[in-house]
């Protein structure tokens, strides 16, 4: 007898419960009936049907039901995670290169392609400073105007100019 392995992918199908619904589907649509009966007993004059908790239910439970429905094979409420989460990712990413040597901080000039100093740019000076130097910069900072500027590698560069 021939042992075939099915991968993960295939194997791994939403249960459908109930007309074609699966659970989560089921959990989505019950939340707006337990609204109403919130809305219903709650709100004045209690446990009676008036035009303004039908306008509240409406409002409020049909965008609820329709992250039910399916698109594509998936329903809205996991499209709708997927574009949140792309929405509010990172866009810079910042990396520390910290090492275990004590050294001072490392100076570096930004200079172009012929060996000169930028002229369109101001003169910007790079500091890298290690975790276990004990340096006071506030005062030096206050007396300077930092903004931040990230260049095409994605690093995160400071420009301290003085006021």
Same mark, same amino acid.
């Given at each position: 007898m021939k042992t075939s392995i099915v991968p993960a992918q295939i194997t791994s199908v939403e249960d459908v419960i109930a007309a074609n619904l699966s659970l989560t589907q089921i959990i989505i649509?019950?939340?707006?009936?337990?609204?109403?009966?919130?809305?219903f007993s709650g709100l004045p004059p209690f446990m009676h049907i008036k035009l303004y908790k039908l306008i509240i239910l409406f409002v409020i439970c049909l965008p609820i039901s329709l992250l039910a %429905?399916?698109?594509?094979?998936?329903? *809205?409420?996991?499209? /709708?995670?997927?574009?949140?989460?792309?929405?509010t990712r990172p866009r810079v990413y910042l990396f520390s290169q910290q090492n275990s040597c004590d050294c001072l901080a490392e100076v570096v000039a930004s200079i172009n392609e012929n060996g000169e100093n930028a002229i369109s740019e101001p003169e910007r000076t790079f500091l890298r400073? %290690?975790?276990?130097?004990?340096?006071? *910069?506030?005062?030096? /900072?206050?007396?300077?105007?930092?903004?931040?500027v990230a260049d095409k590698e994605g690093r995160l560069n400071a420009i301290i100019e003085a006021k």
């Open positions: 649509l019950i939340i707006p009936v337990f609204m109403a009966a919130l809305i %429905l399916r698109i594509n094979g998936q329903i *809205i409420l996991k499209w /709708l995670a997927v574009i949140v989460a792309y929405k400073l %290690l975790p276990k130097q004990d340096i006071e *910069i506030t005062a030096f /900072l206050k007396s300077k105007s930092v903004s931040y």
